[in-house]
C-alpha cells in the first residue's frame, strides 16, 4: 500500500493505492481532494501564495482522511509517493514537507514524482469496486510502440513510447517526447478563451458544457503549425482570434446568442489541433495503441470524435483515457507512479531523502 500526496497546483489531494500484482493496474483504495477552486474565483486564475496557505491548511486533513477511508495505518505503507516537481514551488513544499515528516517518522521511503509521470499512469488506477469502469480494460490491452498524449492545462506532449508503465520515469519520458507546444498548453487555450466568453477559472468544462447545441463550424478559427513535418503545437494564435471575434460580437449585441456556437468552435478548432498531431504521429511512429491523459482528456468532444475516428489512423487498439475523475490533478496517479517506481526499487531512504527540494520546472 502507497500513500501518496499532490499539492502542486490548486488541488490538495491525499490517496492510497495498491499495486495489482502482475498486473499494469493500480487499485484505489481511497482520495480525498480539496479543491481551491471556489477560492481563486474572484482572481480569476490561480494565485500562489494563496493557494501554499491553502494547502497549509487542508494537508494533514486530506492525508487523514485518505489513510482512515482506506483503514490503513501509516505504520502499514510500503512508501509515501510525493509530487516534487514542476508546479508552484510554495504549493510543492507544502505536499513534500507533509511526504517528508510522515516517511521520516514512520521510517519509511519516500518517491519523489514528477507530475507529468502521475498523469502519464493515470490511466492504469481502477476503483475499489469490482465493476470495469470506463477504459480500465481496454489499458491492460495496450500495444507498443504507443502513442502517450498530455493534455493538461500546463503541458500538451507527445510521447513515442516502447515500454511498459514500470519504466515510465520522468528521464525515460523525457527521451521519449516528439511533439510539445511552443506556448499555450491545450487546457491553458480552453482556460483563456473561456475567460473572454465570461467564464470562471478553469474554463474548459465551461466551454465543454456550454458548446452542446453549437454548431461547430459556426466560426472559423485557426489550427496554427499544419505542415506535416511538425509535431508541435502553438495555440496563442486561437486566443487572439477568439479575443477579436468575441470584442465583435459584443460590439454588435450578439454576443450571448452565440456563446454555444463560439465554444462548439472554439473547441473543435482545439480538437482538431490536437488529434491533427496526434494522428500525425500515430502514423508517423507506427503506434499501435493511444493514450490521452491529462485535464483535457475530459473533453467530451475529444472522446466522442476518437471513439469513431482511431480506426482510420491505423491504431490496433481503441484509445484509452483515464477514468473522469483520475483526468484532472489528484494524488492517486502520483501514489500510482511511486507504485511503479518502489516495484523498480527506485526510491529514498528516510535519511537521503531529506535534502530533497521541490521545484518550478518540468526539466528533469
Ligand atoms: O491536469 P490538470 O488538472 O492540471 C494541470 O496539470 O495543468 O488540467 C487542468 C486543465 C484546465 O486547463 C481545465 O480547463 C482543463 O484541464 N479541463 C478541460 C475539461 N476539464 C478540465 N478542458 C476541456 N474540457 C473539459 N471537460
Ligand atoms: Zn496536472
Known amino acids: 500500500m502507497i ?37 481563486h474565483k474572484p482572481f480569476g486564475g490561480v494565485v500562489p501564495e494563496v493557494a501554499s496557505r491553502n494547502h497549509l491548511e487542508t494537508i494533514n486533513l486530506m492525508i487523514q482522511t485518505a489513510l482512515d477511508d482506506a483503514k490503513v495505518k501509516p505504520k502499514q505503507l510500503e512508501c509515501i509517493a510525493v509530487t516534487n516537481r514542476p508546479g508552484l514551488v510554495g504549493a510543492l513544499l507544502v ?124 466560426f472559423h478559427f485557426p489550427r496554427a503549425l499544419g505542415q506535416k513535418s511538425i509535431l508541435d503545437f502553438s495555440f496563442s494564435g486561437l486566443k487572439t482570434a477568439v479575443s477579436l471575434k468575441v470584442d465583435e460580437l459584443k460590439s454588435s449585441g450578439q454576443l450571448k446568442e452565440k456563446i454555444p456556437d463560439l465554444c462548439a468552435s472554439i473547441q473543435e478548432a482545439i480538437v482538431d489541433a490536437l488529434l491533427n498531431k496526434i494522428y500525425l504521429a500515430v502514423q508517423k511512429y507506427e503506434c499501435r495503441s493511444l493514450v490521452i491523459v491529462g485535464g483535457v482528456a475530459a473533453n467530451s468532444r475529444l472522446r466522442f470524435r476518437l471513439a469513431s475516428e482511431w480506426q482510420r489512423q491505423g491504431l490496433a487498439r ?30 529514498l531512504e528516510p535519511l537521503k531523502m531529506l535534502s530533497l527540494n521541490a521545484l518550478a520546472s518540468a526539466e528533469v
Open 3 to 39: 500513500l501518496g500526496i499532490e499539492t502542486s497546483c490548486d488541488e490538495c489531494s491525499a490517496s492510497v493505492v495498491t499495486h495489482i500484482p502482475g498486473q499494469d493496474r493500480v487499485r484505489v483504495l481511497s482520495l480525498a481532494t480539496f479543491s481551491q477552486t471556489e477560492i
Open 95 to 218: 505536499g513534500l514537507s507533509a511526504g517528508k515528516a510522515l516517511a521520516y517518522a514512520c521510517n519509511k521511503p519516500l518517491v519523489p514524482v514528477h507530475h507529468l509521470e502521475g498523469h502519464a499512469v493515470s490511466v492504469f488506477l481502477t476503483d475499489q469496486s469490482d465493476s470495469q469502469p470506463e477504459g480500465s480494460s481496454e489499458a491492460e490491452n495496450l500495444e507498443y510502440p504507443l502513442l502517450l498524449a498530455i493534455v493538461s492545462g500546463g503541458h500538451t506532449n507527445l510521447y513515442r513510447v516502447e515500454k511498459s508503465p514500470q519504466f515510465w520515469t520522468p528521464d525515460f519520458l523525457k527521451s521519449s517526447l516528439v511533439g510539445r507546444s511552443r506556448d499555450d498548453a491545450a487546457g491553458e487555450a480552453f482556460d483563456k478563451t473561456a475567460k473572454k466568453l465570461g467564464f470562471p477559472y478553469p474554463g474548459g468544462i465551461w466551454i465543454d458544457k456550454s458548446s452542446k447545441g453549437g454548431k461547430v463550424d459556426a
Open 318 to 347: 481503441p484509445p484509452v483515457f483515464p477514468q473522469m475523475e483520475y483526468c484532472t490533478d489528484n494524488a492517486a496517479m502520483i501514489a500510482a507512479a511511486g507504485a511503479f517506481r518502489f516495484r523498480q526499487g527506485n526510491f
